[in-house]
């Protein structure tokens, strides 16, 4: 019975199959249509990473690395509003890795690199700030305590010095607290080091959308689908007549 009932459909799809081809041959017109009218959107990817002896792949520290991605996710990298920031932004953080990934979108392949290459230098920036305000505070009280020690070490010279070769303990405290703070020197020389492009704006040599095979095959698929639907139930009403 199933066989029966299956030749009659392939016997009624191949009576119709000009009106198949005909939806077909329709919803590949809209589909070109649409190809020829949609917007096009180019798509700009690169990707960084997080530099620091800090940080680890644990799941601690995952939550670092989110917080430079929450970072990039904020607007102002490109002075619009989030809604619009929204939708032309993608970030990405690979599990377990120190990796940020941004994909930029924008009317043409210029503007997708040059809004990437914005962003990135803007982010960039704003680290180098937070670490510059962090750091400024460590090194206002690393010279507090350089200036200190190298006041008692004065003192002490004064009330006399020791054998040569030996160091006063006032003369170490010096020593060190001037090690640290010109390795905070260093350090602050070296701001938004932190944040590595691996992987610079590429610049698209093609559009991500629309996306024309598969827009094509979607109208084909659709086209053959209706025109099918069409023939048989266009032929059980004939049948009920």
């Known amino acids: ?112 690199c040059s809004k990437s290459n914005q962003i990135i230098a803007n982010f960039q920036k704003t680290i180098a700030d937070k670490e510059g305000e962090s750091i400024n505070r460590i090194l206002a009280i690393a010279k507090n305590d350089l200036d200190r020690a190298k006041e008692a070490w004065n003192t002490r010279f004064k009330e006399g010095s020791l054998p040569t070769g030996i160091r006063s303990a006032e003369e170490e405290v010096y020593f060190t607290n001037l090690n640290t703070y010109n390795n905070l020197l260093i350090k602050k020389q070296q701001l938004g080091h932190s944040v590595l492009v691996t992987s610079m704006p590429t610049t698209p040599e093609k559009p991500s959308k629309p996306k024309k095979v598969l827009t094509i095959v979607l109208a084909m698929v659709i086209g053959t689908v209706f025109g099918c639907a069409y023939c048989v139930v266009n032929n059980k009403n004939d049948k009920n007549k």
């Open 1 to 112: 019975m199933e066989d029966i009932d299956l030749r009659q459909i392939l016997h009624i799809l191949w009576q119709g199959h000009n009106k198949i081809m005909g939806f077909i041959c329709t919803f590949l017109i809209l589909a070109v249509i649409y190809l020829i009218f949609a917007p096009q959107v180019y798509e700009s990817n690169s990707s960084m990473t997080i530099q620091s002896s800090d940080i680890v792949n644990t799941e601690k520290d995952q939550n670092y690395i989110g917080i430079y991605a929450e970072i990039i996710k904020d607007p102002r990298m490109l002075g619009i509003d989030k809604d619009e920031y929204d939708k032309i932004v993608k970030v990405l953080v690979p599990r377990q890795t120190r990796i940020i990934q941004l994909i930029v979108s924008g009317k043409d392949a210029k503007e997708a």
